[in-house]
């Protein structure tokens, strides 16, 4: 059973930085495609940040430059770097794991960690 636990949310002030991180187990974590999203009240999940398996990233244009994405396969553990945070920033983050099983990607996520960005 794939499981995704995320922490490293909460309160922090505009200009400051936090990292999240999102701990894996149940699945060969190497394998998978691993990213970050974000819900914000009354808008959409979106996508923060994504890493392959091979190490390549992408990020929203929102974030370039003010967060990285990386990942830890020994520690099974992704990470979400988020650094200059904006009030805008202010969401759920929910980490994902893409997994696949023959041939088919099945989407596993995390309960979600809050982010608020506030003074």
């Known amino acids: 059973q794939v499981q995704l636990v995320e922490s490293g949310g909460g309160l922090v002030q505009p200009g400051g930085s936090l990292r999240l991180s999102c701990a894996a187990s149940g699945t060969s974590f190497s394998r998978n495609a691993m990213g970050w999203y974000r819900q914000a009240p009354g808008k959409q999940r979106e996508l923060v940040a994504s890493?392959?398996?091979?190490?390549?990233?992408n990020y929203a244009d929102s974030v370039k430059g003010r967060f990285t994405i990386s990942r830890d396969n020994a520690k099974n553990t992704v990470y979400l770097q988020m650094n200059s945070l904006k009030p805008e920033d202010t969401a759920v983050y929910y980490c994902?794991?893409?997994?696949?099983?023959?041939?088919?990607?099945?989407?596993?996520w995390g309960q979600g960690t809050q982010v608020t960005v506030s003074s």
């Open positions: 890493i392959t398996s091979g190490g390549s990233t």
């Open positions: 994902n794991a893409q997994i696949l099983i023959a041939g088919l990607a099945y989407n596993y």
